[in-house]
Nanobody, 122 residues
Framework: QVQVVESGGGLVQAGGSLVLSCTAS????????MSWYRQAPGQERELVAM????????KYEDVAKGRSVVSRDDTMKTVFLQMNRVQPNDTAVYYC???????????????WGQGTRVTVSS
């Protein structure tokens, strides 16, 4: 079994920074892409940023460009997101998605965490 758990959400003042982490555990032979998504109230889930395997390529969506850093530590099976200069419209539940190869190393699955809520106050 695989578990994906996000942490670091909470209340953030406008203009401040949010720092989130997401750790995968369980029957994992290798981790491929690691991504952050978010879902604001009444809106669809949207991609924030993605790191490919071993961090060889990074993609930031417009909501994150110029003010965010995403990084990963494969030994810890963890991906991080730092977003600076947050505003109330960054209020959302932030989700982690991790592409994981199971023990055989042949079967790839996408796993979601439960999400961590971030509220930005003005």
């Amino acid at each position: 079994q695989v578990q994906v758990v996000e942490s670091g959400g909470g209340l953030v003042q406008a203009g401040g920074s949010l720092v989130l982490s997401c750790t995968a555990s369980g029957s994992i032979s290798r981790i491929d892409d690691m991504s952050w998504y978010r879902q604001a109230p009444g809106q669809e889930r949207e991609l924030v940023a993605m790191l490919t395997s071993r961090g060889t390529r990074v993609k930031y969506e417009d909501v994150a460009k110029g003010r965010s850093v995403v990084s990963r530590d494969d030994t810890m099976k963890t991906v991080f997101l730092q977003m600076n200069r947050v505003q109330p419209n960054d209020t959302a539940v932030y989700y982690c998605n991790v592409a994981i190869y199971g023990p055989s190393g042949l079967q790839r699955g996408d796993y979601w965490g439960q999400g961590t809520r971030v509220t930005v106050s003005s």
